[in-house]
């Protein structure tokens, strides 16, 4: 037979819910319900907790301390104990201690100066003692003499060792979570994100393998604004690169090989190493403040370079976008440069005889060279194809020079500096560069019979386009159609 909780606010279920009881039975009945309240129903489940209090002030008054929430399990008799802690420690950091500050073991080993330990009367000076079994015990050493005591616990807050990054509370060491709880073990996702599952990013892997039909630089992928776990590597005698938005190398530019070590860029720190097997490998943890383009110097061919980092979703989007603008194998971006102030370099010396011109005299028009077989011609023809940005321009009765900043090499039958001047015949060059823009040029070395001079030439209605995507894709194709 099934019997029934009937009390004010409850639910009345069960048998004795469908008829009215006898008087002679209510008695039994009410003493029986009561009893099944206290003893039986309040035992199916755990106490409650009551919300947590505030958080206490800091243990410290600089450096690093804890502070201390609680919350109190409320339950009735014959209910289990609630499940959890009552207490929870966080983390608070305050600004350095001033240089000379007594360090907070010690104060607390310095109390028991000259107060009788030990059942005596002898006292001591006291000083802390690192090498006890329990680093989160008050343990002190007795100045000038070979023991220490234990006084208990330390206070909480305190250092488990000096330098260690864990701190004592109710007698045991714990490390702060990123939420900044100590002892939680909470960790940021690859996200960056404090616990979570990795779901507000995406894994961005990829292996670059263009072969490279020329040695110099070749982009391999634009790193956006907001990388994290970042990681590059591969195995040949090629050199990764580094460059930020402003155009200027982070590691391995201008023809120069950087030292393994860690270098700063986008507000991050990059991990180069560099193996004798010969690997070559890039770390950083992010995330990246700024655009980073990654570059391989090309010595060999190029075996696959292994690419992967995290990025934010919400940036996903426009980072495919950028790249898919671009038409690279692995679509690449190469960010916008900015103009930085040239820097004096050797290299080709302008003739005193050569005065810049504030503005050029009217030349008649250039002939049209548009078309294929013109980019064709003069890629195959070319000791030199470069994408560059005029720097500034100097024109003389028979010549006119630019000078230029050499950003990405297609082609080369020779070293190239980063920074060059290119010569034009005539006082009116056909085709004409402006300064300030960026173009792709198809460059021949002219050396004078008696070798006193070398320069690089941009001949007449050569091959000179503004630089874009279009026509980067089409002078990669041009590249695979010269006759070997």
């Known amino acids: 037979m099934g019997f029934s909780v009937c009390l004010a606010g409850t639910r ?6 469908s008829h009215r009881p006898r008087p002679s039975q209510s008695l039994l009945l009410l003493l029986w319900t009561l009893l099944n309240c206290v003893l039986g129903s309040g035992a199916q489940g755990p106490g409650e907790w009551t919300p947590w209090g505030s958080w206490s002030r800091c ?4 450096g ?3 502070s201390v929430r609680s919350r109190r399990c409320i339950r009735f008799p014959g209910e289990e104990s609630c499940s959890g802690i009552s207490h929870e420690y966080r983390l608070c950091q305050l600004p350095d201690c001033p240089p000379g500050a007594v360090p907070f073991r010690d104060i607390q080993c310095a109390l028991y100066n000259g107060r009788p330990v030990l059942g005596t009367q002898k006292t001591y000076q006291w000083i802390p003692f690192h090498g006890a079994p329990n680093q989160c015990d008050l343990n002190c050493l007795a100045e000038g003499h070979a023991f220490y005591h234990s006084f208990g616990r330390v206070l909480d807050g305190t250092p488990c060792s000096p330098g260690a990054h864990g701190l004592c509370v109710a007698g045991r060491c714990l490390s702060a979570g990123c939420d900044g709880v100590l002892g939680s073990g909470a960790l940021e996702d690859r996200c960056g994100r404090c616990g979570g599952a990795n779901d507000s990013c995406l894994f961005v892997q990829r292996v670059f ?7 110099g630089y070749w982009n391999v992928t634009l790193i956006p604004e907001g990388a994290r776990h970042i990681r590059v590597a591969h195995r040949s005698r090629n050199h990764l690169a580094l460059m930020g938005v402003d155009g200027r190398y982070v590691l391995n530019g201008n023809w120069e090989v950087s030292p ?6 986008a507000g991050t720190r990059v991990v180069y190493a560099r193996a004798a097997a010969p690997e070559e490998t890039l770390r950083a943890t992010g995330p990246t403040s700024q655009d980073l383009l990654l570059q391989i110097l090309l010595q060999e061919p190029n075996p696959g370079i292994q690419f992967e980092f995290w990025l934010p979703r919400e940036r996903y989007g426009p980072f ?8 690279w194998p692995v679509r690449q971006r190469q960010p916008q440069l900015r103009e930085v102030e040239p820097r004096p370099l050797e290299g080709p010396t302008a003739p005193p005889a050569l005065i810049p011109t504030l503005a050029p005299d009217p030349c008649p028009p250039c002939p049209d060279t548009r078309g294929r077989a013109h980019r064709l011609l003069h890629y195959c023809g070319s000791d030199f194809v470069f994408q560059a940005r005029v720097l500034g321009r100097h024109r003389q009765a028979q010549e006119t020079r630019y000078e230029v900043r050499i950003q990405l090499i297609y082609k080369n039958r020779g070293p190239l500096r980063s920074q060059e001047y290119v010569w034009a015949p005539g006082h009116c060059p056909c085709p004409p560069l402006a300064p300030h823009q960026e173009y792709l040029l198809a460059i021949r070395r002219l050396l004078s019979p008696d070798g006193t001079q070398d320069r690089l030439l941009l001949p007449h209605a050569g091959y000179a386009r503004p630089w874009s995507p ?9 590249a695979r159609r010269c006759p070997p």
Do not use: H, K, N, W
């Open 12 to 17: 009345c279920m069960g048998p004795l819910c």
């Open 59 to 62: 243990s410290s008054s600089c």
């Open 64 to 66: 690093r301390g804890v």
């Open 209 to 215: 393998r263009d072969a490279g039909a020329f040695a």
């Open 260 to 265: 393994p070590g860690t270098y700063e860029a």
């Open 320 to 327: 495919q976008l950028q790249t898919q603008a671009r038409g």
């Open 470 to 478: 279009a026509e980067d894709s089409r002078i990669r194709l041009a």
